[in-house]
């Protein structure tokens, strides 16, 4: 059984990661929302501030790195795919 530090200590931990990663989840789908309703600029800045959520998040160790990685290559693969059926290649 966990002992009664080691359940403050991982109180603590949640408290101050679970905003991060919040944060970062809120921003990629919002990125998400935007791809997929094909409005490419505001798809584009939002995927942007995905990305530094995500970033911050792994720098601050409230989400692995590759994690972070993982997800960030996703995202961006999502609106480079949006952006060759729009035939916005670049």
Do not use: C
Request: proline share 3%.
């Amino acid at each position: 059984m966990p002992s009664a530090k080691s359940h403050r200590s991982s109180a603590r931990r949640s408290a101050r990661n679970a905003p991060l990663r919040s944060r970062a989840k809120t921003h990629i789908a919002r990125a998400r929302a935007a791809i997929a309703a094909g409005d490419l600029p505001v798809a584009e800045d939002r995927v942007r501030s995905a990305v530094v959520a995500l970033d911050r998040a792994a720098k601050k160790g409230a989400i692995h790195r590759a994690n972070a990685s993982r997800r960030k290559s996703r995202i961006m693969g999502q609106l480079a795919a949006a952006r060759r059926a729009g035939g916005q290649d670049g």
